[in-house]
């Protein structure tokens, strides 16, 4: 019969396990889709000529000012930085990696955003990338690129 530390370190190593399955998967899941996104735009994104647009027009419905479905908003910086009831969706500075675009770049069958309606364009897809990958500046951007 096992010693009640034995049974302990038992169970740790299941509940360890289990949980190293169910992150490996999400890693393995968001590496297999990085290789169906768009490239990210080149150019310097401006917040208020490229990228508020989008967001007025297809995410402010649920997650506008005053609205944050999930607990998700768009609506300030702070905002979407902090994420939503599941966590982080934008990893600022790696838009690969980031929960927002895997989610706006899923094919229509798939659980993506928005959940109603077209799917967003490719190019606005490589917006929303090159601004998360060029610092989620909310401000305008001169020609050199800063704030």
């Excluded at 607990?71 to 934008?90: A, I, K, P, Y």
Aim: hydrophobic share 35%; glycine share 12%.
């Amino acid at each position: 019969m096992a010693q009640p530390k034995g049974r302990i370190a038992i169970y740790l190593v299941v509940f360890v396990v289990l949980l190293g399955g169910k992150l490996g998967y999400d890693e393995f899941d968001m590496r297999k889709r990085m290789g169906t996104l768009p490239e990210p735009a080149t150019h310097a994104v401006d917040y208020a000529k490229d990228i508020q647009p989008i967001l007025e027009e297809t995410c402010y419905e649920c997650h506008g000012p005053g609205k944050s479905r999930g607990e998700l908003t768009f609506d300030t910086r702070e905002g979407l930085l902090q994420g939503s009831e599941n966590g982080m969706v934008v990893k600022v500075g790696n838009s690969k990696r980031s929960k927002l675009i895997h989610q706006i770049a899923s094919p229509q069958d798939d659980l993506g955003m928005p959940p109603r309606g077209t799917r967003l364009p490719e190019s606005d897809v490589a917006l929303i990338m090159a601004w998360i990958d060029q610092g989620l500046a909310w401000g305008a951007v001169d020609e050199s690129g800063s704030e």
